[in-house]
């Protein structure tokens, strides 16, 4: 936990920028029953009925001292769509930075073995050379900023039905560059200092045997 509080009050540094990565689960629906226009005075009447056409997976990057975003959409969510995403990331975003500190949670996909899954040996290691990651705790994926952006992206463009990945991909394009546009930013507070005292219970308590001058570390 403090390893990610720290790295987010490290200044801002063109050649090793700070980037936070998150990923979300989304169902394509469609309407079996076409929705009836909004007219004067009436508001849009969509009917409970849906068509489900599957899931897919969104990721996000964001760069909260810059506020800048990129998303995109894959059909699953392997080691393989990882590290396709990092790769992207890397040559494409940040081609000119000899090293990204990348955040995100610790779920398995999350590593650097997955480049190494999907590319040769010899790109797999000049990718990981320049990846420095920082993972949250356990239970504690909402320290990852990335999590803030996917929570405004999903109130600002998923609450409606989208039933096909080429239109979700769309939508989400058209809500990047308008963000992006924004220079919408995230002011981080919390601190290592903050956790400290309103996170005591999750530290270990050092307790001294007198008899054996032994520390215990209770958990």
């Known amino acids: 936990m403090e390893d990610v509080l720290d790295a987010y009050h490290l200044p801002y540094d063109k050649d090793c920028p700070l980037i936070c990565m998150d990923e979300k689960p989304y169902q394509l629906l469609a309407d079996v029953h076409e929705p009836i226009p909004m007219q004067k005075g009436k508001p ?26 990129h998303v995109s959409v894959r059909e699953r969510r392997t080691r393989s769509d990882w590290a396709y995403e990092v790769a992207y990331l890397l040559e494409v975003l940040y081609p000119k930075a000899p090293q990204v500190r990348l955040v995100c949670d610790n779920l398995n996909t999350h590593t650097l073995a997955s480049l190494y899954v ?102």
Request: aromatic share 10%.
């Open 118 to 219: 999907t590319f040769p040996p010899e790109k797999a290691r000049q990718l990981a050379k320049r990846l420095l990651i920082h993972y949250t705790p356990k239970h504690g994926s909402w320290l990852n900023i990335a999590e803030i952006e996917l929570s405004v992206m999903s109130h600002q463009c998923l609450k409606r039905r989208i039933s096909s990945i080429d239109a979700l991909r769309m939508q989400l394009g058209y809500w990047e560059s308008r963000r992006n546009a924004l220079v919408r930013g995230v002011k981080w507070q919390f601190t290592t200092s903050d956790a400290r005292i309103k996170l005591k219970r999750l530290y270990p308590v050092l307790e001294m045997d007198t008899s054996s001058s032994i520390i215990w570390i209770k958990p």
């Open 44 to 69: 849009q009447r969509v009917d409970d009925e849906y068509a489900r056409h599957g899931v897919c997976s969104i990721f996000v990057f964001t760069e909260p001292l810059t506020g800048y975003r």
